[in-house]
C-alpha cells in the first residue's frame, strides 16, 4: 500500500518539487495569514502629525506637537556654518529632511519678541532646563523666526567651542593682553554673511568711523558694513577685531532705528566661565574675558542700546566640569553672569509632555527609524517612556537599536 501511495505521488513531486507540494497542500491557510497580516499592517499605519505652516511667525498652540519641515535652502542660509546640533543634523540626514516639532517654549518666546517694545532697552529671554530636553533645537525655531521677521541674526551657534575646541588662539593685535581666534572668527564671519547678506543688501547699512587695522588695510567710514565682514574674512588676523567691530556698528544702527538687531547664542553662560583650556607661558589658564571674541558678543548684552533682542541658552554642559550640579539659573550663571543679564526673562524647556511623547513616536515610525512593530504598540511606548524618561535625547539614543 505504502509503495502504491509513493509511485502515484512521485508524478507529482517530479512536476512541483516537494516544497510546492507542501506549500500545495497548506495554501487555504497562507492566504488566509497573508490577507490578515496585509490588514494589519494597513490596520497599524502611523504617519507623522505635521503641518503645511511652515513659517514660525505663524505658528499658534494649535500646532503644538506637530511637525513642520525646513527648506533645505533655508537650512543651508541660516545653520549651514551651525546652530542644529551635529547629532540631531545626523538624523536629519538619515531622514532625508530637517524637521522641528513645534513646542511651547519656542512659542512662548516668539510671542513674547512680537510684543516687545523695541524702543527700550533689549529684553533678554534665557532658555534653560535639564540636558538634552531641546533648548538649542528651540533656538533654532526661534532664530528662523527672528530671520523672516526681518532681524538682522547675530548667532552663536555654541558659544562653548571658542573656549574648549578653538582651532588657534594668537595675541590681540590691538589690544595687549588679549587674545583672537582668528580662524574661528573667519568661520563666524562667513555665518553672519550667509544668514544675513540679502537683509544687508536691502538695509544698505554703512560703517560710522574709519578702521585701520595696518598701514594698508584700512576700512573707510560710509562704506558698506559687508565691507567690514569681507575685510575679516580676508585677513584672518583682523577677524576678530572686525567682529567686535562690527557689533558695535549693528548697536549704533539698531539704535537709530535703522535695522532690528538680534543676538541669539545657545550656551551664553560659557562668556562667564572662570577659566578656558588656553594656557600662558607661566602655564595658568586664560580668562574666557580676555578673548576678543568674548567681548564682542558681551558688549551686546548691556542696557546701552535699543532696538534689539537677546535670546539665549542658559545650559550647565557649557560650563565647567566642576560646576554642573544644577540646571537653574543662578546656579549655572554665577554671580557675574547673572548681573550682567539682569533682568532677564527664564524660559523652562522641560521634557516631552504626553501628546509630544507620542507625536515623537509615530515621527520615528513614519521616518521607519522605528521599525521594530513592538515599539510603536501601547506597550511599546509605555516602555520607551519607562526608559527615556521622556527625555528627547535620551529617547533618539534608546530608539537607535530598534
Known sequence: MAGLMSRNLLPIIHHFGTSRLLQTQRSPFLREARCWSSELATAVKITAPRTSVSQPGLHTEDHLGLWYTLEPDVVKRLF??????????????TFAETCLMIRKPALTVIDYIKRSNLKLPPNKIMLYGEDGT???????HIAQFLSEDGWLLVHVPWATQWRRNFKEIAPSASVPGHYDHPLDSVIWLQHFRSQNLELLKTLQLETSEQYEWSRRDITEAGVPLMSLVEQGISRARYASDCIKALTNELKKHATAGRCKVALVADGINTFFCSKSRYRLEDLSY?????????????????????????????????NDGQRRDSYLPRYVLRQMGWEALDPFIPILVSNYNELEMQSIIDYYVDRHWLQNPEGHSEIGRRELVSLSGCNPYMLMNVTKSL
Open 80 to 93: 549651514g556654518l551651525g546652530g542644529i546640533p551635529k547629532s540631531y543634523l545626523l538624523q536629519c540626514k
Open 134 to 140: 531641546g533648548k538649542s533645537l528651540s533656538l533654532v
Open 286 to 318: 586664560l580668562e574666557p574675558q580676555k578673548f576678543t571674541i568674548y567681548q564682542a558678543f558681551m558688549n551686546m548684552l548691556n542696557n546701552d542700546w535699543n532696538n534689539g533682542i537677546v535670546v539665549g541658552s542658559v545650559d550647565r554642559l557649557a
